[in-house]
């Protein structure tokens, strides 16, 4: 989803409730849940607010490099059979089943 737009809506609403009253004392000044606070400034956090999120997604949209696989293992220096996981064990093979 595109964040610009509300990004643009709410900066709008912020800045016409914060500033307008500056301007013109008849303009109406309104106040957030019966406190002191205009929504002019509730407009602006929500403004931030979908800035950051905006920025911060920006990397997660950008192609990611092809993935070549694991980095190839390097080779010991000496084999020791005690610690060759790629084989089975010879008491694993002599199990019966149930056992």
């Known amino acids: 989803m595109n964040r610009i737009p509300m990004i643009l809506f709410w900066l709008t609403i912020g800045l016409v409730l914060v500033v307008g009253p500056l301007f013109d004392p008849a303009f109406p000044r309104w106040t957030a849940f019966g406190s002191d606070i205009n929504l002019g400034w509730v407009a602006l956090v929500l403004a931030a ?34 610690l060759d996981f ?14």
């Open 49 to 82: 607010y979908n800035f950051a999120w905006w920025a911060g997604m920006r990397p997660w949209n950008a192609p990611k490099p092809r993935d070549e696989g694991p980095p190839p293992r390097p080779q010991p220096s000496e084999y020791h059979p005690e």
């Open 86 to 99: 790629n084989k089975p064990s010879d008491a694993i093979q002599d199990r019966k089943p149930g056992q």
